[in-house]
């Protein structure tokens, strides 16, 4: 898979596959091994208080001497602290979700860090173009966990996402296998950001229940949920189940907020709850048939890219 | 665009592009200037009574000698009235959809008939395969009109059908551009059925103010509505407004087919009440900026198409 373009000179990779920043999961274990093998990893920081979010920093550091970068979520109250944590450990790149990166992007362009802006339609690519991101990553409704409110697909978001930024754009949702990446490509995309598929490797922190509800999945077993207060999609379970009927009765903003709880994510997706637990997964997981190691994951994603991409060759 | 595959020497045709049978939309004129063009026209009988599909079809086939094909939603009480006038007038291509194919296949068969049935996930392409069908329409949620419950998308479908089913595989949903057909080609598929994109044709029966709308449409200008009594993607305008309040209301079933009541898509699409018609479209609305003659869309699609493949020319 010889690529060379915007997207591997801007971040300094091989490859153009970025292994997206998940809560819970990415760490400096599976954020480094992506990297060492040649793609971007990021740290989810999103599951991480301040300090451990530098533990996991020099973690990574110690482990990679290839780019990588952190996931920051800026609804986060302390979304300033987790940047000023990546400023002083020296972090060149930063994925920014969940929020208007124009906040921060002064401080961060000071810094010279690359800032890449994860957006669910063309109006925010538009937003994040006019501050001043490097790139935005086009995320489809069917990526696994928050989702934004138009439900755009991967499919009909990334060409229009393209034909109205100029700055390169990273496709994402849904991708899980190397036919993606090629179809990501013909839309016009630079890049690819890949969650579920890296959420069930062996490097993964997630626990082992959870990846193997992954690998189990069938094409339509996730569901989108709580479209009043931050659309979800998560692999179907009890608790996905109950959302579903609350949903569909019309429950209120509180009564939702209620049944949510609180550390739902982490309850599924850390400590494997699968009853109880969120487990925030793509329409992906049905691609995704065992546990493999990064180093595989690769391996499997350059053979079927080549294979997709060896028909236009003719 | 020099493509020889399992579908165009299925359904006889030059280029593996399909329009997709529609109501208000594709009728005789419609179905044959895509003929003309070396695509497959269909159709559409669903806003048809069975005399008008009779009369649509001596036209039809009047004004080609290509290959064209007719679609047939099976939930309509008369689907096999409709069968039969398609068997009595020598209809060689039969798209099925909302509904199980199974009980109309040995009939069709028996005329040798194609019969190609409109799948939302993986069990439903198997089971269309299981009967006897010669191929599937693997169609994602971005498409307008109605769709499966599963609400998987075009990129996540299509590569899980290819794994699991034998005969070819249509990708359908979101399509409008010659990148989204190399993209459809990267997943497996062997064909493109496209709707949105020739229902703002010229040769269109639709109105003009529904063309008008869909020319005008942004990214998100589509929403998903009406899911306990089937799921349906519209354009947003009064009544899709509607439809969504009282959808996070959790209206119930007799209430929400009260507020759809009858001839919703006539009156928008055929009419053209933009405040209180249904105007079905797809996602890929945005990406349809004139309305173009049947000819100068395949123009387009082949320059976009080569376009894009020409990065895996290297």
């Keep these: 898979m010889e690529i060379r373009n915007e997207i591997t000179s801007l971040l300094e990779i091989k490859y153009p596959i970025i292994q997206g920043g998940m809560v819970w999961v990415s760490g400096w274990k599976l ?15 999103g599951s991480m208080k301040p300090e451990l979010l530098k533990e996991h920093l020099l973690k990574c550091k110690k482990n990679t001497t290839n780019s990588f970068g952190v996931n920051i979520p800026l609804l986060r109250n302390d979304a300033s602290e987790l940047i000023n944590i990546c400023i002083a450990e020296e972090v060149k790149i930063i994925f920014t979700s969940a929020g208007h990166p124009g906040k921060f992007i002064d401080i961060l362009k000071k810094q010279n860090i690359k800032v890449i802006h994860v957006v669910p339609s063309v109006k925010y690519g538009l937003k994040a173009e006019s501050v001043g991101c490097d790139a935005v990553v086009g995320e489809g409704v069917e ?12 499919l009909s978001l990334i060409p229009q996402l393209v034909d109205e930024v100029k700055i390169p754009v990273i496709a994402a949702g849904g991708i899980a296998d190397g036919r993606q990446i090629a179809a990501s490509f013909s839309l016009g995309a630079k890049g690819v950001q890949i969650g579920t598929l890296f ?11 959870y990846k193997k509800m992954i690998i189990n999945a ?13 659309l ?13 009927v609350a949903e569909t009765e019309g429950w209120n903003e509180s009564q939702l907020k209620e049944l949510l709880g609180s550390k739902r994510e982490m309850k599924g ?5 699968i009853i109880e637990g969120e487990m925030e997964a793509g329409q ?6 065992e546990i493999l190691s990064v180093r595989n994951v690769f391996e499997k994603l350059f053979f079927e890219y080549k294979n997709s991409v060896s028909q236009f060759n003719k």
């Design 31 to 45: 954020a480094s091994a992506v990297s060492n093998c040649g793609g971007l990893g990021l740290i989810g920081a």
């Design 143 to 154: 990526a696994g966990g928050h989702n934004g409110i138009d439900q755009l697909t991967t």
């Design 199 to 209: 959420a069930a490797t062996v490097e993964s922190s997630a626990h082992d229940n």
């Design 218 to 230: 069938k094409d339509n077993d996730t569901i989108l949920a709580f479209k009043k207060i931050g």
């Design 232 to 244: 979800v999609r998560m692999l179907k379970n009890n608790f996905a189940d109950r959302a579903l």
């Design 269 to 273: 997706i850390f400590e494997g709850d």
């Design 284 to 289: 992906s997981s049905g691609l995704v048939k």
